[in-house]
């Protein structure tokens, strides 16, 4: 670590040498394309629609999350980033193994980056985030179904190579041992600035607030931007990401419970299951490459290539399981090794044109998208005469009170537990090598027609192949092969009431997941290994888009119905391993979202959301509602900042989260209670230098993500930034 820091600090101070003379333009770099303009708004996007539309001319909803809210609020990871979000909740996955993102009754991942798929797995460090997209509804026309959701889709995309010299170094201290140092840095590479280079970098360390856990990495990343000509334009960028940490677990089979709510464990809320002795090691790595060319004023192509790696080494992932109210075991799964490959290749073609006096922005494209997974395994006796094993080893039980003892899980003691032996005779601890291979090729057009100037209308279409190989286990290939072709369609409207300030939207979109062949299961007539339809969920929507008094108030006014239909669930006949392609969910809700700058240096930020949800088949849960999914949330944050005079540059912020109660099983009858999060900031911004003090959760709220993990309680961070 101490290695990255003086080389990111050499950097900057070489290239601070180095750029003396180009002192013009420093203020320019530092207030817009470093630090960020001095309002939320932000350019319109062209990733969201792949073309280039105003967010009033768009049928689709979707949110904007800038670096001006994100360096604002003193945001060091992606959740608290997200916390502006409207309608969005995100929190540490079920494994803690990432992130997850709730959008309308569902849970994505923010699985996309620059327009292209990433794993889950392979995440961007918020030190390299230009801004978050957030596009709500089903998205499988422009986004696939292979992992994007129904609720939406989450996009970062990340810093660019700008103009002109310039740079931020943060420092970040605070609450249990916080530690961030970052260096952002921007310089041309030759006095032409047809060559442009931007570095990123950041090493943090924090224990957890409870009695064991931390989290701690080094990022790096560079992108390089190269003016081949003035119609071609070719960028370089590459991610680095080494993350360590405890994994804070999903507590299962909580049915076991007569209890009904998170906060009769409370006793439990700062108390570890896991030990500092068994953090899980990540290494991250990004490449991407894009050419755009311009061919004339009507028609652009972008080419696009990423590719993501995400390795672990001797992970251990915790598997905790209630037994009753006062008793939970704890299990194990270790990975000797696990890594995902992800190959991403996109071409688009984009016109702007007119056919006679019609307007139409079209988008054509091509995607191909790979992913492999190599999973080193064992396989454990989870009783004396089990002979087949589990990849789950059972550790110990533990009382869920205060005055019980709970033992260190010890790295050495999983390392040395009983492996059921391939070969008997054998003396060598025996395992297991998965390779698993699925690819996706997809071909989509999308054209935006102005009939009149303030009527559009927009159609859609994509088709989807996708198909997944055989799993080879120990290099002798089994079963597990499928292909499934979907076709996914999208279609909007939109009517500009008042030209560029009010207009009418509707549409109807298409997502899809594909469903695999189950093993365990069979059909009526007695078949396994049994071939299903894509499971689909088709969303109308309507709503109104306001922008007013000169860019100062826009906001989105939508209520959407969703149905999801070919959900593979049990027959209900209760014959065991039969099962049914026939499940559906009706989902449903109404949003409202604001950004509003009323006067020079005051903004605001707010967004409620409503969803409905429940199972609508014949499966035994029928009409109970989808578990971790809240019916309200709300957000809010402003600030306000003095742009002129004796106290220029002194501001203030102050916000709140508020997540209602969610289900954390199906039966929903055991529930992780709602709760409102406190925010609130205060700072002084010059044009060298930043200072800030935060805290979050300033009401020191005791509370539970949707599922049942506990999260911080008061945390205060204070911020010093230097600027040249």
């Known amino acids: 670590m101490k290695k990255t820091i003086i080389s990111a600090s050499l950097l900057a101070v070489t290239m601070l040498y180095a750029q003396e003379s180009d002192t013009l333009k420093v203020a320019e770099i530092q207030s817009v394309s470093l630090q960020g303009t001095h309002n939320y708004r932000t350019k319109k996007s062209e990733s969201v629609a792949r073309l280039p539309l105003e967010n009033l001319e768009n049928p689709t909803v979707y949110n904007l999350v800038p670096k001006e809210i994100i360096s604002e609020m003193g945001a060091t990871d992606f959740n608290t980033a997200m916390a502006s979000a409207p309608g969005v909740v995100v929190s540490n996955s079920v494994n803690d193994s990432g992130n997850d993102v709730f959008l309308r009754g569902f849970s994505s991942n923010a699985s996309f980056r620059n327009g292209l798929t990433q794993n889950p797995r392979v995440q961007s460090e918020i030190a390299n985030i230009e801004r978050v997209e957030v596009i709500k509804g089903p998205s499988g026309t422009l986004f696939g179904g292979t992992l994007a959701n129904y609720g939406g889709v989450v ?42 280079a931007r570095f990123n970098v950041a090493a943090y360390s924090q224990d957890s607030f409870q009695d064991a856990g931390y989290n701690k990495g080094l990022f790096f990343s560079g992108s390089i931007l190269y003016k081949v000509s003035d119609k071609t334009t070719v960028t370089l960028d590459t991610e680095f990401h080494s993350p360590e940490k405890t994994l804070n677990a999903f ?87 696990y890594k995902i490959t992800t190959d991403n ?266 969803n409905d949800n429940k199972f609508d088949d014949r499966s035994k849960d029928a009409g109970k509602r989808s578990a971790w999914t809240p019916k309200h949330v709300a957000n809010f944050w402003t600030s306000y900042k003095i742009m002129n005079g004796a106290f220029e540059g002194l501001g203030l912020g102050a916000g709140f989260n508020f997540v209602d109660k969610t289900y954390i099983n199906i039966g929903n009858h055991f529930l992780a209670p709602s709760y409102t999060s406190v925010g609130a900031t205060i700072f002084y911004d010059k044009k060298k230098y930043r200072i800030g003090l935060k805290m979050n959760n300033a009401l020191n709220e005791m509370y539970w993500n949707f599922y049942g993990q506990p999260q911080k309680p008061r945390e205060i961070l204070a911020n010093f930034a230097f600027k040249f």
Do not use: C
């Open 155 to 196: 996009n970062v995309v990340t810093k660019k190579p700008q103009e002109n010299f310039g740079g931020i170094i943060n420092y970040t201290t605070g609450s249990w041992g916080m530690n961030r140092i970052t260096a952002d840095v921007n310089t041309p590479l030759n006095k032409e600035k047809t060559a442009l």
């Open 251 to 337: 507590v299962r089979q909580s049915e076991k419970l007569t209890l009904h709510s998170m906060k009769d464990l409370a006793g439990a809320h700062d108390r570890s299951f896991t030990s500092n002795d068994i953090g899980s090691k990540r290494t991250n790595f990004v490449t991407m490459a894009e050419v755009t060319h311009k061919f004339n004023e009507q028609w652009t192509s972008r080419t696009s290539y990423q590719r993501g790696e995400a390795n672990e080494n001797g992970s251990i992932f915790l598997v905790l399981s209630y037994i009753d109210n006062n008793t939970v075991s704890r299990g194990i799964r270790p990975f000797d090794s």
């Open 345 to 610: 290749i996109q071409q688009n073609f984009i016109g702007d044109f007119k056919i006679g006096n019609l307007r139409n922005r079209l988008v054509v494209g091509l995607d191909y998208y790979q992913q492999t997974t190599k999973n080193q395994y064992g396989m454990f006796k989870t009783s004396k005469d089990d002979t087949k094993g589990s990849v789950f080893a059972p550790y110990d039980t533990i009382k869920l009170n205060e005055s019980s003892p709970w033992q260190p899980i010890s790295r050495s003691l999983v390392e040395n537990l009983e492996r059921i032996p391939n070969d008997p005779n054998s003396l060598i601890k025996p395992t297991n090598y998965d390779v698993t291979q699925s690819s996706t090729f997809s071909v989509y057009a999308s054209d935006v027609l102005n009939i009149t100037d303030n009527l559009l209308v927009m159609a859609s279409l994509r088709m989807d192949n996708y198909k997944n190989n055989n799993i080879i286990t120990n290099g002798v290939e089994g079963k597990g092969e499928y292909t499934q072709t979907q076709f996914a369609p999208k279609f909007g409207l939109v009517y500009e009431i008042v030209k560029n300030e009010i207009s009418f939207f509707a549409n109807y979109v298409n997502g899809f997941k594909n469903v695999a062949p189950t093993r365990d299961s069979r059909d009526k007539s007695g078949n396994t290994f049994i071939e299903y339809k894509p499971e689909q969920g088709n969303q109308f929507e309507a709503g109104f888009k306001v922008d007013l008094f000169g860019k100062k108030l826009l906001t989105t006014v939508s209520y959407y119905n969703m149905r999801i239909k070919n959900r593979l669930i049990a027959d209900p006949s209760g014959i065991t391993g039969l099962y049914i392609q026939d499940g559906n969910i009706k989902n449903q809700g109404f949003e409202i979202d604001l950004v509003a700058n009323p006067v020079k240096g005051w903004n605001i930020v707010a967004g409620y959301g409503y």
